[in-house]
C-alpha cells in the first residue's frame, strides 16, 4: 500500500497520482507537481490515501510544493495569456490555408510549451505552422489532434438533461458506448435523442447498463406468452415494466380480453439470454445510428 494524493490538472481531466511526501493536504489544495509535460500546477480531488501499489504507474513521483500565491498569479497570467496565443494560433491556420479547427491553447506552468489542440477531419500537415507558431513564441509548440468528444470535454456544456456535461464535469475517460445499451433501456433509437452535443452516443447510456440487463434478464418479451402461477391462465405479454419488474399480460376472462399486471415473480416463461427490442425503426434513423457508431469506432483508432 502507498499513501498517495490524486491531482487533476486543468484540461487533462484525468486524476494523477503523486507521493505527496509529509506536507499536509486536503482536497481542494493547489500544488506544484512535475510530469511528463513539465512542471504543472494541479488541484487536489483526492486527499492523502492508501492505495495499492499495483494500480500506480511507477516510479510515482512527489508533491514539489504546495502552491503558493504567487504560484496562483502566475497560473492566472498563463490562462491571460493562453488567450493571446489562441487568437495567434489562429491568424497563423487561416495564413497557411489549414482545415482544422482550434478548441484551445494551454501554456504549462513553466511555460516551456505551448500546447494546441484541434480538430480536423483527417490528418493535417502542420510542421510549417509549428515553425510559424515557435517563432513567435521562442518556446516548445505541440499541436494535439483530439476527437469531438475530447472538444466539448474541453469546452462543456449543458446536456438535454439540464445539468453540466458529465464529461466536463468528472468523466476521466471515455468509456465505449453502443446503440445495444439503449435497446436494453427501453429508449427511443431516435438518432437525435440519445446523442449527445458532441454527436456522438451519449456518454449515459452506459451508466445504468449493467442494471438494466440484469433486470431484463428476469422480463419475459413484449409478445411472449406466459402462464400466471396458481391462476393457470396464459396470456401475451403486453408490456413490462423494468424498474419495478412488473409484466402487463393480455388474459381471456369470460370470453373477453383484458389486461392484467402481475409481477414477474408469478409468471413462467421460457428463459431468454437476450432482450429484443421490438421498436420498429425507418430505414434513415437506422442508417443514423449505423453511421454513429462507426464514427465512435473511428474516434478509438484515431485516439491510440
Known amino acids: 500500500m502507498k499513501n498517495v494524493i490524486g491531482v487533476r490538472f486543468r484540461i487533462a481531466g484525468k486524476i494523477y497520482y503523486f507521493d505527496p511526501k509529509n506536507l499536509e493536504l486536503k482536497r481542494g489544495d493547489h500544488v506544484i507537481v512535475e510530469t511528463a509535460r513539465g512542471v504543472e500546477y494541479g488541484t487536489i480531488v483526492m486527499p492523502p490515501t492508501m492505495i495499492e501499489e499495483e494500480k500506480i504507474t511507477q516510479p510515482l513521483k512527489a508533491v514539489i510544493r504546495k502552491a503558493t500565491e504567487a504560484d496562483t498569479e502566475t497560473e492566472k497570467k498563463n490562462r491571460e495569456k493562453e488567450k493571446e496565443a489562441f487568437k ?22 513553466d511555460n516551456n510549451k505551448v500546447l494546441f489542440y484541434f480538430t480536423a477531419d ?13 517563432s513567435v513564441f521562442r518556446t516548445r509548440i505541440e499541436l494535439r489532434q483530439i476527437g469531438v468528444r475530447d472538444e466539448t470535454k474541453i469546452l462543456g456544456g449543458i446536456g438535454v438533461c439540464g445539468r453540466p456535461l458529465c464529461c466536463h464535469t468528472y468523466l476521466a475517460d471515455f468509456a465505449p458506448v453502443s446503440i445495444k445499451m439503449a435497446k436494453e ?25 449493467e442494471t438494466y440487463e440484469e433486470l ?37 376472462v369470460d370470453d373477453e380480453k383484458e389486461i392484467k399486471e402481475y409481477p414477474v415473480s408469478q409468471l413462467r416463461f421460457k428463459t431468454k439470454h437476450n432482450k429484443k427490442n421490438r421498436e420498429k425503426m425507418s430505414a434513415e434513423d437506422m442508417k443514423a445510428l449505423e453511421q454513429l457508431e462507426k464514427k465512435d469506432e473511428k474516434s478509438k483508432l484515431d485516439d491510440n
Open 216 to 252: 431484463n434478464r428476469k422480463l419475459p418479451n413484449v409478445g411472449d406468452l406466459v402462464t400466471v402461477d396458481g391462476e393457470g391462465i396464459k396470456g401475451e405479454v403486453a408490456s413490462v415494466n423494468v424498474l419495478r419488474q412488473l409484466v402487463k399480460v393480455l388474459v381471456d
Open 122 to 134: 483527417g490528418r493535417i500537415d502542420f510542421r510549417e505552422l509549428v515553425k510559424d507558431l515557435a
Open 88 to 109: 495567434i494560433c489562429q491568424e497563423k491556420i487561416r495564413k497557411h490555408q489549414l482545415e482544422m479547427k482550434l478548441i484551445n491553447a494551454e501554456y504549462t506552468f
Open 185 to 209: 433501456q427501453n429508449l427511443s433509437l431516435n438518432p437525435t435523442k440519445i446523442s449527445g452535443i458532441c454527436g456522438r452516443l451519449m456518454c449515459c447510456l452506459k451508466n445504468e447498463e
